[in-house]
């Protein structure tokens, strides 16, 4: 039972050629038998060796052939173009000729590529390159590598896997930024909208008065200034920095693919996170949950910058559509941080408990997408209105996203010209 299976599997290389050549061999011996024909015999039993040895020869070229596979780079942005480098080597005593490589590339990559190798594959080994270039973000598999094996008359053929899988990461696209935006909607002094410049700062804002604040805090000389009640809010020392907060509510989001609203919020996302950096802000990236998704530390030298960079560019790559309904507070209740939060679709209830979890005084600013102009057929309207003036009214500095057309360069330059005036270009790298 075990041989027959075992011969069966043997069998199995055989294209339809071999098999009816070799059906056709058996036939002849029983005709060669009844007949008593020897000459017939003799051919029958060339006719049914000619596969056999076929079958033999290929199944030994194709247990000789070995392969790496490399990318160069592992990590690249969406729109850019990899390069996957497959080295092959021959081991067996018998050197493989007319090979068909195979190897599996998602269809957001390329889709699969085949290679066919004219020559033989000798010990000094060949090299064989194609490109794939992601149209979208995350982390694509590319393989297993299979070579299939065909012998001159197409009587047999046998496929191996000879690579097994490798990753490769595409990152959101990053778009340059200029400037910070002001936050709070300038209810503060001339320098309380500014994001903070860093940690440990001692924060002091100006701020107009407010019923309950406490009259000893009446700041007299900005009031003189200003010609209306203006107070002075002591803050503590804060740890600094910005919260990023990206909204991947699947809800919250149309369109599909490369051309959905979620990837514009991501992209959006990445391009605010190394920026912030770049000025000398401790970046903290979270999700819709709340949680962590990367963080940076203080800044420090370019390689600690760049792995900074990497790992929330990484982070974003494999994020994926989140199934929650609502966003929680949680994530936006670090009162001793600035806040940025790029939101899909919002209810203006879902907002004002947003905008609640954040501590009066607190520096918060929000990109609004209009989701709906992502969808397919949509008619042109604005529901984001009412969450905008929500938020706005919260103190909150606001700027909406038209579409997918609009820049994500432009959408920030609309968010930081809000509000009071922006932070100098710092020098230096």
């Given at each position: 039972?075990?041989?027959?299976?075992t011969?069966?599997?043997?069998?199995?290389?055989l294209?339809?050629?071999?098999?009816c050549l070799?059906?056709?061999?058996?036939?002849?011996?029983?005709?060669a038998?009844?007949l008593?024909?020897?000459d017939?015999l003799r051919?029958?039993?060339?006719?049914?060796a000619l596969?056999l040895?076929t079958l033999?020869?290929?199944a030994?070229?194709?247990?000789g052939l070995?392969a790496?596979?490399?990318?160069?780079?592992?990590?690249t942005?969406?729109h850019?173009?990899a390069t996957?480098?497959?080295?092959l080597?021959?081991?067996?005593?018998?050197?493989?000729?007319?090979l068909?490589?195979?190897d599996?590339?998602?269809?957001?990559?390329?889709?699969?590529?085949?290679?066919g190798?004219?020559?033989?594959?000798?010990?000094s080994?060949?090299?064989?390159?194609y490109?794939v270039?992601p149209?979208l973000r995350?982390?694509?598999?590319?393989?297993?590598?299979?070579?299939r094996?065909?012998?001159?008359?197409?009587?047999?053929?046998?496929?191996?896997?000879?690579?097994?899988?490798?990753?490769?990461?595409?990152v959101?696209?990053?778009?340059?930024l200029?400037?910070?935006p002001?936050?709070?909607?300038?209810?503060g002094g001339?320098d309380s909208?500014?994001?903070?410049?860093g940690?440990?700062?001692?924060?002091?804002t100006?701020?107009?008065?407010?019923?309950?604040d406490?009259i000893?805090r009446?700041?007299w000389?900005?009031?003189?200034?200003?010609?209306?009640?203006?107070?002075?809010v002591?803050e503590?020392?804060?740890?600094?920095?910005?919260?990023?907060?990206?909204?991947?509510?699947?809800s919250?989001?149309?369109?599909?693919g490369?051309?959905?609203?979620?990837e514009w919020?991501?992209?959006a996302a990445?391009s605010?996170c190394?920026?912030?950096?770049?000025?000398?802000?401790?970046?903290r990236l979270?999700?819709?949950s709340g949680?962590?998704?990367?963080?940076?530390g203080?800044?420090?030298s370019d390689?600690?910058?760049e792995?900074?960079?990497?790992?929330?560019?990484?982070?974003?790559?494999a994020?994926q559509?989140?199934a929650?309904?609502?966003?929680?507070p949680?994530?936006?209740?670090e009162s001793?941080?600035?806040?940025?939060a790029?939101?899909?679709?919002?209810t203006?209830?879902g907002?004002g408990?947003?905008a609640?979890?954040?501590?009066?005084?607190?520096?918060?600013?929000?990109i609004l997408?209009?989701?709906?102009?992502?969808a397919?057929?949509?008619?042109q309207?604005?529901?984001?209105?009412?969450t905008a003036?929500?938020?706005?009214?919260?103190?909150?500095?606001?700027?909406?996203v038209?579409?997918?057309?609009?820049?994500?360069?432009?959408?920030?330059?609309?968010?930081?010209?809000?509000g009071?005036?922006?932070?100098?270009?710092?020098?230096?790298?």
């Amino acid at each position: 039972m075990r041989l027959g299976t075992t011969g069966l599997g043997v069998l199995s290389g055989l294209t339809v050629r071999g098999r009816c050549l070799l059906a056709a061999a058996c036939a002849a011996v029983v005709c060669a038998l009844v007949l008593d024909e020897r000459d017939l015999l003799r051919v029958a039993f060339f006719a049914a060796a000619l596969p056999l040895l076929t079958l033999s020869i290929s199944a030994l070229a194709r247990t000789g052939l070995r392969a790496d596979r490399e990318l160069v780079p592992r990590r690249t942005a969406v729109h850019t173009s990899a390069t996957v480098r497959l080295r092959l080597s021959s081991t067996g005593r018998v050197p493989p000729s007319g090979l068909i490589l195979v190897d599996e590339v998602p269809p957001l990559l390329g889709g699969t590529a085949r290679y066919g190798l004219g020559g033989s594959v000798g010990r000094s080994g060949k090299v064989v390159e194609y490109t794939v270039r992601p149209e979208l973000r995350g982390v694509h598999q590319l393989g297993p590598l299979r070579c299939r094996t065909r012998d001159p008359f197409g009587l047999s053929v046998f496929e191996k896997e000879i690579v097994g899988s490798d990753h490769l990461v595409a990152v959101p696209e990053v778009f340059p930024l200029s400037g910070l935006p002001a936050a709070g909607g300038g209810h503060g002094g001339e320098d309380s909208g500014r994001m903070r410049a860093g940690p440990g700062s001692d924060d002091g804002t100006i701020r107009e008065y407010r019923h309950g604040d406490d009259i000893r805090r009446v700041h007299w000389k900005s009031t003189a200034h200003r010609d209306e009640l203006m107070v002075r809010v002591e803050e503590g020392p804060r740890h600094g920095g910005v919260t990023v907060l990206l909204d991947h509510r699947a809800s919250a989001h149309r369109g599909t693919g490369a051309n959905s609203s979620l990837e514009w919020a991501v992209s959006a996302a990445a391009s605010i996170c190394l920026h912030l950096r770049r000025r000398g802000q401790r970046v903290r990236l979270v999700s819709t949950s709340g949680r962590r998704v990367a963080a940076s530390g203080s800044p420090g030298s370019d390689a600690d910058e760049e792995q900074d960079d990497e790992s929330v560019l990484e982070a974003l790559a494999a994020l994926q559509p989140s199934a929650r309904r609502e966003i929680p507070p949680g994530g936006a209740s670090e009162s001793d941080r600035d806040l940025i939060a790029v939101l899909g679709r919002t209810t203006p209830a879902g907002a004002g408990k947003l905008a609640s979890a954040r501590s009066t005084g607190s520096r918060s600013a929000a990109i609004l997408l209009d989701v709906d102009a992502w969808a397919e057929g949509s008619q042109q309207h604005d529901p984001s209105s009412g969450t905008a003036h929500r938020l706005r009214s919260a103190g909150w500095t606001v700027t909406t996203v038209a579409g997918p057309s609009s820049p994500v360069a432009l959408v920030w330059e609309s968010l930081c010209e809000q509000g009071t005036s922006l932070d100098p270009p710092r020098a230096g790298p």
